[in-house]
């Protein structure tokens, strides 16, 4: 059974930069899409960014030019590089895959954008 686990958030200022990690455990086989979703409160769960087999990337308008999404299939580890955080940000942060046509979530992990 694959799980991801999140790490990484935490509170920041508006303008900083946060760097977010999702660990695959299991086999990282036939695994097309990876991404993120957050969830702001009261809000409904939102696609951030994606990243497919191919390494084509989609960015959510509203995070475009400031979060990159990586990954090191090695470390069976992916990323997201975010930069120039607003307080609109905040939202709970969740990974995702797509292996073998079936949905994997992680946890989630807390990020605060707040002065």
């Known amino acids: 059974q694959v799980q991801l686990v999140e790490s990484g958030g935490g509170l920041v200022q508006p303008g900083g930069s946060l760097r977010l990690s999702c660990v695959v455990s299991?086999?990282?086989?036939?695994?097309?899409?990876m991404g993120w979703y957050r969830q702001a409160p009261g809000k409904q769960r939102e696609m951030v960014t994606l990243?497919?087999?191919?390494?084509?990337?989609i960015y959510a308008g509203s995070v475009k030019g400031r979060f990159t999404i990586s990954r090191d299939n090695a470390k069976k580890t992916m990323y997201l590089q975010m930069n120039s955080l607003k307080p609109e940000d905040t939202a709970v942060y969740y990974c995702?895959?797509?292996?073998?046509?079936?949905?994997?979530w992680g946890e989630g992990t807390l990020v605060t954008v707040s002065s």
């Open positions: 299991g086999s990282i086989l036939g695994i097309n899409v």
């Open positions: 990243i497919t087999k191919s390494d084509d990337t």
């Open positions: 995702n895959i797509l292996q073998y046509g079936v949905d994997f």
